[in-house]
């Protein structure tokens, strides 16, 4: 027997829906029917999500059809039945919006119960088709963490524009997930207007199935997926390591690349990212203070052996007048520079107008260079190896 859920209906309807269903009713509080699937899920008492979702004739038409539009992209595994009166242009409308059944508000429960099941078949069968039945069998995505002692290095441009280039290899493969807590900026260097943060994220519904954190991320023009940033620093200190652990356990089961982007040093929420990560990007500036930081910090995670298997070294803001050489850096961390990323004017400005490099300005040198460490990850080389790093080593 189906779950369901009805929303937009009065006592009378109710019991008829309660007789046809065999009790598994859950009822909407009377009230606007949220135009967003994630509020329509937070209404839910005990958080489990309906196979069908039949709605009364109380709830206003244009209302219905906005969820219902909404449901059939981010949750196809809940069929919509709608009691209205089944005139043609209803019809056409319930079809757009993927509404899946159109019944008269008068019907008895017997109707409604043939009109459920046949929905909470196709409900079924949509979702057996979408998900791999076992948990094993879903994907183990590549969970890269962003990470650099000292702020201001460039860790968002990078986790951004990498996020960004994963997503043109290989589309709606990539989430990016904002952990720098108290301060960040993923969703203004994207140029994003988030309706939910990561707090959202990691609390109630969102946190216990995969399906409905996936209708709490935000979505870029690209075809990339984010989690942005708190609104304010405290409410960024609720989220601690364990619900940090979770959600990237979560996105990894559904998105083949989840970037993280963190703060400064090695906070709990930035020790929990490393813990769960299969690669680290690890950045500094090219100076002498950023690469001390640098070796530090990579003394501190080679003692708690949380250097996760993938590890990328990455210069930024290297200037061949700086006086530092990369084999100069190579000697002082003891490990091998991977991509070395030009000072560019570009840069900047593209922060600043919330559209990453890789997007705004694909010739730019550092452009060329960033596309370079997202060829470490994406699955086919993106370019040819070029001579930056070369002509960088020869300057030193
Ligand atoms: N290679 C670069 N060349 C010029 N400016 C850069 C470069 N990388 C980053 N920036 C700029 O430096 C500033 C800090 O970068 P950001 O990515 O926010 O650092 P973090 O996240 O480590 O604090 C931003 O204004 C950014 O545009
Ligand atoms: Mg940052």
Redesign the pocket.
């Known amino acids: 027997m189906s779950r369901v859920v009805v929303a937009g209906a009065d006592e009378d309807l109710i019991l008829r829906v309660k007789e046809a269903a065999d009790g598994d009713v859950a009822v909407l509080p009377p009230g606007r029917l949220p135009g967003d699937p994630a509020r329509l899920f937070e209404q839910l008492v005990d958080g489990e999500l309906p196979d069908v979702l039949l709605v009364g004739p109380h709830a206003p038409a244009p209302e219905v059809l906005t969820l219902a539009a909404r449901l059939d992209v981010q949750s196809p595994g809940i069929a919509v039945v709608l009691m209205a009166e089944p005139s043609a242009q209803m019809w056409q409308a319930a079809m757009r919006a993927g509404i899946r059944d159109l019944l008269d508000p008068a019907a008895g429960a017997d109707e409604i119960r043939a009109a459920v099941d046949r929905a909470g078949q196709a409900a079924a069968s949509r979702r057996r088709v979408l998900r791999p039945p076992a948990e094993t069998e879903r994907y183990a995505g590549r969970v890269i963490t962003v990470a650099?002692p000292?702020?201001?290095?460039?860790?968002?441009?990078?986790?951004t524009n990498l996020a960004i280039g994963l997503t043109a290899a290989a589309p709606q493969s990539t989430v990016l997930v904002d952990l720098?807590v108290q301060f960040g900026?993923v969703a203004s260097?994207l140029g994003l207007v988030p309706e939910y943060t990561l707090p959202d994220a990691v609390r109630g519904p969102a946190s216990e199935d995969t399906m409905v954190l996936k209708t709490f991320l935000t979505q870029h023009p690209s075809g990339l997926y984010a989690v942005c940033g708190a609104e304010s620093p405290a409410a960024g200190d609720t989220v601690n390591g364990e619900d940090v652990t979770r959600l990237l356990a979560s996105l990894a089961r559904e998105f083949r690349y989840v970037v993280v982007?963190t703060a400064?040093g090695l906070s709990e929420q930035t020790l929990a990212a490393l813990d769960r990560a299969s690669d680290v990007v690890m950045?500094t500036s090219m100076d002498v203070p950023g690469v001390r930081g640098l070796r530090k910090e990579l003394d501190v995670l080679r003692e708690l052996a949380m250097i996760p298997a993938g590890r990328h070294v990455v210069m930024?803001?290297?200037d061949p007048k700086g006086g530092l050489s990369v084999r100069d850096v190579e000697t002082t961390i003891g490990a091998g520079v991977d991509v070395v990323?030009?000072?560019?004017?570009?840069?900047?400005a593209?922060?600043?107008r919330g559209v990453p490099i890789l997007q705004s300005h694909r010739r730019d040198p550092?452009a060329k260079e960033m596309q370079r460490l997202v060829s470490r990850f994406a699955a086919t080389p993106l370019m040819k190896p070029g001579k930056y790093r070369a002509k960088h080593r020869a300057a030193g």
Do not use: E, W
Request: hydrophobic residues 30%; proline residues 9%; charged residues 20%.
């Open positions: 650099s000292k702020g201001g290095v460039g860790k968002t441009t990078v986790s720098d900026d260097a982007d400064p950045l930024n803001f290297a990323l030009p000072r560019s004017k570009n840069v900047p593209s922060t600043n550092m």
